[in-house]
């Protein structure tokens, strides 16, 4: 039964995947991400991570999804400016898209476990899983997690920058 649950949900993400990123409509693709977060929800629930579980509902389908929509809504985008525009640019994006499949494989094929940390199973069930992650988000991720921050602020900048050259126009 758990192998039947683990692979309904990873025939059911790879086909919302594929959907988000080919729908001509950007709506349709936020609403197929917007699906394809519950069903990575419930697959943590699956592997007992209630709190990432509570993350990806919070966080990427209340918060990331409504930016997303925002932007959709204030980009504007046409149908017919987006098929004009994209029209004979797949070659590349799939040379682009197995240059980093190639990429992935190879790093994957070098990987060596590295070395156990404190945060072991035993561990986490004593403290909760909520703790441990966010004391190893805030100790020894701080950098990353405060770059990512940083990206996500250019981004919604950069968007709201192209939105009022729109405006102008």
């Known amino acids: 039964m758990p192998e039947f649950f683990f692979f309904y ?3 059911v993400i790879t086909a919302l995947s594929l959907l988000v990123v080919t729908r001509e409509n950007p709506v349709h693709s936020v609403l197929f ?3 394809l977060f519950f069903h990575i929800a419930s697959l943590y629930l699956f592997l007992d991570a209630e709190f990432m ?3 990806q509902i ?3 389908a209340g918060a990331i999804l409504v930016l997303f929509l925002f932007v959709v809504f204030l980009l504007n985008l046409r149908k017919e400016e987006l098929s004009r525009k994209y029209i004979g640019s797949w070659p590349t994006g ?3 898209g197995a240059g980093i499949f190639a990429v992935l494989a190879l790093t994957l094929v070098h990987v060596t476990p590295g070395p156990s940390s404190t945060f ?3 561990y986490i069930e004593k403290v909760t899983n909520t703790r441990a992650v966010g004391t190893r988000l805030y100790t020894d991720y701080l950098f990353p997690f405060e770059v990512a921050s940083v990206v996500l602020l250019v981004a919604i900048v950069g968007s709201i920058t192209l939105a ?3 405006l102008k126009s």
């Open 9 to 11: 949900h990873a025939i």
């Open 94 to 96: 799939f040379v682009v």
């Open 33 to 35: 991400m917007l699906v």
């Open 120 to 122: 072991s199973i035993s």
């Open 164 to 166: 009022k050259k729109r």
């Open 53 to 55: 579980a509570a993350v």
């Open 58 to 60: 919070i966080v990427y």
